[in-house]
């Protein structure tokens, strides 16, 4: 497998250059003016056995834009996070200019091959295919909280990743085939310290998904490669989306020990501005005392595209309660 995912890069790579180099070469290039974005969401927060607090969930600005040719096309996207920022004092920082978050500083080039996606930071493509179906929320993302703060830690898939290399194939009667390489650490004499691979069905209301990764054994000197298997379903009715997702945890680094997690998830849209979402999650260990169970329901009101209203219920087994209020901004 790794003398294959090597083959890959070593393939991949090269493409990418002379599509570069092609660019270059052509008088036909143009830039598109660049497009900024901003998406905030600000509120309060009220977790269990903690104070009330006036909270930036997210603060996200972004820049993205396309370069053309006749035979290139290259995709650029930044994203910046300053909800750590402004949130610093509340957890003892200084005044926070330390605490910015990069996101996103991603390449994509597309070809008739396939994608290809040169990442140095990421919103995980693994997480947003496979977990979206259960991920409803503000707050109480279905993600395990590593990167970004989350109400809900009972999946072990992290939203976001680094160092990413990845290929996406041509999309075949609704079907698309993703494999990525992660570089996390320097100095562990391993180049591929997380693989990933995904096949992703998504056509008219139904979406099926099934994913696995594999972490070096070399990330934190363990005896097993630690993998994460995960599957996900569903389905977009006119007024409900319904959805699950299941993962498989084995091998785990630490004392997480090994688990499954299943997350069911449901949204009911009440008329073009209100909607409904309530979901379950349980998480069961081999470890009794890391078993958990959840509970999130949420009221949103979307007015108009830019702005939404929303509040949050969370209730858990062994994770903190929490109550969230919030107003989204975007454009």
Known sequence: ?????????????????????????????????????????????????????????????????????????????????????????????PDGEADIHVKETNMIFPTSYGTFILAPRAVSGQYRDLYSNVDYFEYNEAHSGNATPS????????SEGSDVIAWASPKFYGIKFVAATLSVKEDNHNDLDVKSFRAIYNQGGLNFGVGHVIASKTLTGATKDYKRSAITAG???????????????????????????????????????????????????DIDSKDNKGRVFQVKKQIGKSVSLWAEVANYDITPDNVALGINLSY
């Open 151 to 158: 109400g809900n830690t009972l999946f072990a898939q992290a």
């Open 1 to 93: 497998m790794m003398k294959k995912i090597k083959l890959s890069m070593a393939i991949s790579i090269p493409c990418i250059l002379s599509q570069l180099a092609l660019a270059e070469n052509t008088s036909e290039t143009t830039i598109s003016k660049p497009n900024f974005t901003l998406f905030t969401s600000l509120g309060v927060l009220n977790i269990e056995d903690k104070d009330f607090d006036p909270e930036a969930f997210e603060t996200e600005l972004g820049v993205k834009g396309n370069i053309k040719s006749n035979d290139f096309k290259m995709i650029y996207n930044v994203k910046v996070d300053l909800s750590d920022a402004i949130n610093s004092r509340d957890t003892g920082g």
């Open 235 to 285: 389905y977009k009715f006119d007024k409900i989306d319904l959805g699950t997702t299941y993962e498989i945890n084995t091998d785990t680094f630490g004392t997480a020990g090994d688990y499954k997690t299943l997350g069911l998830a449901a949204r009911y849209y009440i008329d073009d501005s209100y909607s409904v979402a309530a979901a379950y999650y349980q998480k069961d260990s």
